[in-house]
C-alpha cells in the first residue's frame, strides 16, 4: 500500500543543552525581572520546576545551586552571607538580551560607523586611487600596480615606479556617543502590564552590541524618575522602578551634561518612556502635576529639545504606550528638537532601537 504514515512529532533535544543550560536561561529571566533578588528568584525557579517538571531525580535545584557557585554565577563572599549575583551573571544576561532581541550578530573587531566620505578608515573600499606619500604599505593594491608597471614600462626589463603604485581607498569612519535614558517612574509597572522589563531588555542588548562590535563609540545609561542619574551598564539586569513622578527635564539635563563631555562629532539621545513630563525640580522642592499636560513642565521641556538641536543632538523618543493625550506632547517634543519618534509595542521595541541605532551610523550630525 503506498501513502504516507503521520504520526506525533517528537524533537530532538538539542546538543549541549544540558539541565543546567535549561535551568540557567529561566533563573537569568528572572533575576532580572525580579531586579536581582537572589532568593525570591530561587523560590520562583522551584515553583515553575514543581509545575513543569524540569528537573528529575538525577539533576534537582539543588545541584543547580551548587553548579552555579561553582561557575561563578553566585557567590556568598559577603557580609550577611547570602546569596548574590556576580558579574559573569550580569554579562550573561547582556549577552542572552542582545540574542533574544537583535538576533544572533557576528562581533567585529572595530566598531565605527561608515558616511559617504573617503579618508583615514579600518575598512577597505572599492576605489582605486593613485599613490600619495604617506600612504601605507598595506593600501597598495599590489595586482593594479604590476598591471600598470608593466602598461607604463614594457614586459621586458620589468621596472616599477612610484607612479604606477595605486593603493586602495579606505573608508572614513566616524564615532557615535548615545546616552540611553530609561523611564523608571511608577506607571512602567501600572496597568497589569510590566514594561520596565523589556525596557531593560532593549537596554542590556543595545549596550552589549555597543561595547562588542562598535568598541570605539561610547553608550552612557540614565534613568529618570523624580530626578535623574547615571547607572552602569553592569546595573542594568536589576534595575527596578520607584514610587516617581517622571523628571524629563533632569533626564535631558544629566544627557547634555554627559555629551558635552564626549570629544566624538556625533551625539545622539535615545529616551525609552511611557508618559508625559509630570515633575520638574524648582530650588530644593519638586514641581509636581500629574493631570494633562502642565505648560510650566511642558515649556521647560521643550526648551531642553531646542537646545539639543542647536547642540546637533538629535533625540529619538520611544514612546512605549500610544494614548491620543501623550501624542501631543511627543508631537511638540519631536518638532522643537526635529529628532525622530516611534510609537512601539513592547514587543517591537528592540528592532526598531537597533534599525535607529544603525541608520544614524551613517550619517553625519
Not at 41 to 50: A, M, Q
Not at 176 to 203: F, Q, W
Request: charge should be neutral; hydrophobic fraction near 35%.
Amino acid at each position: 500500500m503506498k501513502g504516507y504514515r503521520f504520526s506525533k512529532y517528537i524533537p530532538e533535544k538539542a546538543q549541549g543543552d544540558s539541565a543546567f543550560d535549561n535551568l540557567l536561561n529561566i533563573f537569568l529571566q528572572l533575576i532580572s525581572i525580579t531586579g536581582g533578588d537572589v532568593s525570591e528568584t530561587l523560590s520562583w525557579l522551584t515553583n515553575i520546576d514543581k509545575q513543569y517538571s524540569i528537573t528529575d531525580d538525577n539533576y534537582g535545584i539543588g545541584d543547580f545551586i551548587d553548579e552555579l557557585k561553582e561557575k561563578g554565577y553566585l557567590t556568598e563572599q559577603n557580609q550577611d552571607g547570602k546569596f548574590e549575583v556576580t558579574g559573569k551573571t550580569g554579562q550573561e544576561i547582556r549577552k542572552s538580551s542582545l540574542e533574544e532581541i537583535f538576533g544572533k550578530l557576528k562581533k567585529a573587531g572595530k566598531g565605527q560607523h561608515k558616511t559617504n566620505f573617503s579618508g583615514t578608515g579600518d575598512e577597505t573600499g572599492t576605489d582605486r586611487r593613485p599613490f600619495e606619500f604617506g600612504d601605507s604599505i598595506q593600501q597598495i593594491a599590489m595586482t593594479d600596480s604590476i598591471r600598470n608597471a608593466q602598461i607604463n614600462n614594457g614586459f621586458g626589463d620589468f621596472m616599477m615606479t612610484e607612479n604606477d603604485l595605486e593603493v586602495v581607498e579606505t573608508e572614513y569612519k566616524t564615532q557615535t556617543s548615545t546616552v540611553l535614558m530609561i523611564d523608571i517612574s511608577h506607571s512602567m509597572i501600572l496597568y497589569g502590564e510590566d514594561r520596565i522589563t523589556p525596557a531593560k531588555k532593549v537596554a542590556m542588548a543595545l549596550a552589549e552590541l555597543v561595547t562588542t562590535k562598535y568598541p570605539k563609540d561610547t553608550i552612557d545609561v540614565i534613568v529618570f524618575g523624580n530626578d535623574a542619574w547615571q547607572i552602569e551598564i553592569k546595573d542594568l539586569p536589576y534595575l527596578q522602578v520607584g514610587p516617581y513622578h517622571t523628571n524629563t527635564i533632569a533626564g535631558l539635563e544629566l544627557a547634555m551634561d554627559i555629551l558635552r563631555r564626549r570629544k566624538n562629532p556625533n551625539k545622539q539621545i535615545f529616551m525609552i518612556t511611557d508618559g508625559k513630563p509630570t515633575c520638574m525640580k524648582v530650588g530644593i522642592k519638586y514641581y509636581k502635576n500629574a493631570f494633562g499636560l502642565d505648560p510650566k513642565i511642558l515649556n521647560k521641556t521643550l526648551n531642553l529639545a531646542t537646545q539639543c538641536r542647536r547642540l546637533n543632538i538629535p533625540v529619538t523618543t520611544f514612546m512605549i504606550a500610544s494614548d491620543p493625550y501623550l501624542k501631543q506632547f511627543v508631537q511638540e517634543f519631536t518638532t522643537a528638537n526635529n529628532g525622530n519618534a516611534y510609537y512601539s509595542s513592547l514587543k517591537g521595541l528592540g528592532h526598531i532601537i537597533f534599525e535607529d541605532y544603525k541608520r544614524n551610523r551613517r550619517k553625519r550630525f
